[in-house]
């Protein structure tokens, strides 16, 4: 059984900066790609940015030069920086990775953090 762990998230006030973590556990695995994803209110999930197992990294056009996306690949654990927070950032943050057990690969969740960004 994998499960990824997201920790990080809180209010912040417009111009701030916060860290979010994710930690996938479990045995057998390997990961792929991982990355972040975003589900503000009345939206769909968006893609915020993803990391490669090489270490290629892509964004959001609307993140691009205020967030970071790191990874640590032997700790199992993918980060993302976030700073110049603007209040449309508010939204649900969910880590996402590509599972590899076996020959198959699956695509996992985390459960969500919630990032508020507010005066």
């Known amino acids: 059984q994998v499960q990824l762990v997201e920790s990080g998230g809180g209010l912040v006030q417009p111009g701030g900066s916060l860290r979010l973590s994710c930690e996938a556990s479990?045995?057998?695995?390997?990961?792929?790609?991982m990355g972040w994803y975003r589900q503000a209110p009345g939206k769909q999930r968006e893609l915020v940015a993803t990391v490669t197992s090489s270490g290629t990294t892509n964004y959001a056009d609307s993140v691009k030069g205020r967030f970071t996306i790191s990874r640590d690949n032997a700790k199992n654990t993918v980060l993302l920086q976030m700073d110049s927070l603007k209040p449309e950032d508010t939204a649900v943050y969910y880590c996402?990775?590509?599972?590899?057990?076996?020959?198959?690969?699956?695509?996992?969740w985390g459960q969500g953090t919630q990032v508020t960004v507010s005066s």
């Open positions: 479990g045995r057998g695995f390997r990961l792929n790609t």
């Open positions: 996402n990775a590509g599972v590899i057990i076996g020959p198959f690969e699956y695509p996992y």
